[in-house]
Nanobody, 114 residues
């Protein structure tokens, strides 16, 4: 129900902007989240943006990642700056509507070379 874009191979210190958009019309999304899963690690919650625009971040990404959204377009972004090799992961977007139904994107891979 969601499509994630923007991953790629980047050198340490570089930047990427990930996007996530609803693949069908008619959804009214509330809280939206970015998760990531590194090889052989558990999925980790990275950032959250509520329907009202409040944001929270994992400690490991504070000051480097910025989550934002365009609610009218059902689209969410993750601006990633000062990338580190440990940011290498598949990044997944997640959203819920106002009755808590969950939607997931297919993941977009970010690889950071040192």
């Amino acid at each position: 129900q969601l499509q994630a874009f923007g991953g790629g191979l980047v050198q340490a210190g570089g930047s990427l902007r990930l996007s996530c958009t609803a693949s069908r019309s008619g959804l009214v999304l509330n809280t939206m989240r970015w998760y990531r899963q590194a090889p052989e690690k558990q999925r980790e919650l990275v950032a959250v943006v509520t329907g009202g625009g409040s944001t929270t971040y994992a400690d490991s990404v504070k000051g480097r990642f910025t989550i934002s959204r365009e609610s009218a377009k059902n689209t969410m972004y993750l601006q990633i700056n000062s990338l580190r090799p440990e940011d290498t992961a598949v990044y997944y977007c997640n959203a819920e509507d106002w009755i808590k139904r969950q939607y997931w994107g297919q993941g977009t891979e970010v690889t950071v070379s040192s």
